[in-house]
């Protein structure tokens, strides 16, 4: 199906574990960003990427590795998840103004 | 430090009434101005962008912009309990842009009571 697809949708994992995130994309949109939502704090963008191997951090980087080797595919790594990492993270795709936005994956980190 | 500061709410109105959400923004560099939507456990999405002065309509949806004053706010007439669901001010220094500059506020929740 077109679109943009976020996987798991959910995860509950223990701290310290590594933990990626998969997001894909089927519209060749050349944008792909990584957002966090958390209560208190609204969206904040953590990482992005302009084109397939071209990523820049955005505002909370911290604890997070991204990596994009195909246009459609933008994974996002936990390397070391921690508490402070429960939220839910959404992916996002874009070619112009508009950002298209993923379902979503809640994470929970014990 | 970029800021886009939104009132929390919740913002209740009556069905068929005007809401009126509002939100500044600290850069004076910001050249684009988005508002999304977000039903509760949903992802956001457009609903209106805006890049000059003035006001902007699209159906029952009008978005104003003054940069002077670094104010942007949506208004919805006829709201209808349809349109309850977080409402996010986003804001790009770049024109027409969303490549990685969009910073968001908290959001403000409306609620629109039948």
């Known amino acids: 199906d077109a679109g943009i697809t976020q996987s798991p949708r959910y995860k509950i994992t223990e701290t310290g574990r590594q933990v990626t995130l998969m997001c894909h994309q089927t519209w060749s949109h050349s944008y792909m960003f990584w957002y966090r939502q958390d209560l208190g704090h609204g969206l904040r963008l953590i990482y992005y990427s302009a084109a397939a191997d071209i990523t820049d951090k955005g505002e909370v980087p911290d604890g997070y590795v991204v990596s994009r080797s195909k246009t459609e595919n933008f994974p996002l790594t936990l390397e070391s998840a921690t508490r402070s990492q429960t939220s839910v993270y959404f992916c996002?795709?874009?070619?112009?103004?508009?950002?298209?936005f993923g379902p979503g994956t809640r994470l929970t980190v014990l | 430090q970029k800021e886009v500061e939104q009132n929390s709410g919740p913002l209740s109105v009556p069905e068929g009434a005007i809401a009126s959400l509002n939100c500044t923004y600290s850069d004076r560099g910001s050249q684009s101005f988005f508002w999304y939507r977000q039903y509760s456990g949903k992802s956001p999405e457009l609903i209106m962008f805006?890049?000059?002065?003035g006001d902007k309509e699209d159906g029952r949806f009008t978005a104003q912009l003054n940069k002077a004053s670094q104010y942007v706010s949506l208004l919805i007439r006829d709201s209808q309990p349809s349109d309850s669901a977080t409402y996010l001010c986003a804001v790009n220094i770049l024109y027409g842009g969303s490549q990685g500059n969009l910073i968001f506020g908290k959001g403000t929740k409306l609620s629109v009571k039948p």
């Open positions: 996002a795709s874009s070619e112009g103004y508009e950002q298209f």
């Open positions: 805006i890049y000059s002065n």
